[in-house]
């Protein structure tokens, strides 16, 4: 098995270079949610002339996850480009959509990324905090301020959890844990993804815009 990512590694090649944003998912494929929900990045993928779909980088270098390993998108310029290089295998917006849900319900997390110095959005992966440069930095290391922005937050009814664990596994961030007295909810490591929320059996769980 390979071995993680070094903190050394991370630093020099990609924290400091990117900003990752969450992006949560609905249960509806036609969610209407405003921010970064499935109707948002369908208007990212709906801009871009070509979308290409390939093999995630991280996790199959890393070897730790199981299937979908296809939830890595290309859009706008590099994705053009892929096409034209045969880089990348050239999806429609249906199958896009499609390999975001499933890759959801896999529990995987969403993100778009940016680079400095360039704001346009060129890719959206499906990462995991075992595989993932982005996700392993923020877990281990502690560098969510600087490696994530999200502009929503979990929310938890107490009254309504009753202390399955479900959240708690599907939980990328490391934000709930399961304790003596029952579940605890860290809302500082929470970003906002809404993996969380599709398999809470009492719908205990929702989604706020983030106040700080």
């Not at 034209?84 to 529990?107: F, M, P, Q, V, W």
């Amino acid at each position: 098995m390979t071995e993680d990512w070094t903190r050394e590694k991370l630093e020099k090649e990609y924290i400091g270079q990117m900003t990752a944003k969450t992006i949560e998912v609905n249960k509806c494929i036609c969610g209407k949610n405003l921010v970064l929900d499935l109707s948002a990045v369908e208007e990212i993928l709906r801009a871009s002339k070509h979308i290409t779909q390939g093999t995630c980088f991280c996790r199959e270098k890393m070897g730790k996850c199981i299937e979908p390993m296809d939830g890595c998108l290309t859009v706008g310029p590099e994705a053009t480009e892929n096409v034209e290089i045969g880089a990348e295998k050239e999806i429609s917006l249906e199958e896009a959509l499609a390999s975001l849900k499933r890759t959801h319900e896999a529990g995987l997390v969403h993100m778009a990324y940016t680079f400095e110095g360039d704001d346009h959005i060129g890719q959206i992966c499906s990462c995991c905090s075992c595989c993932c440069h982005t996700l392993s930095a923020a877990v281990r290391f502690g560098y969510p301020d600087h490696a994530f922005t999200s502009e929503k937050i979990a929310t938890q009814d107490s009254e309504a959890c009753i202390n399955c664990g479900k959240c708690v596994e599907r939980c990328q961030f490391k934000a709930r844990t399961m304790e003596e007295n029952g579940l605890e909810y860290d809302e500082s490591k929470c970003y906002g993804c809404g993996v969380c929320i599709s398999t809470c059996p009492e719908e205990a769980i929702g989604l706020a815009p983030r106040k700080d």
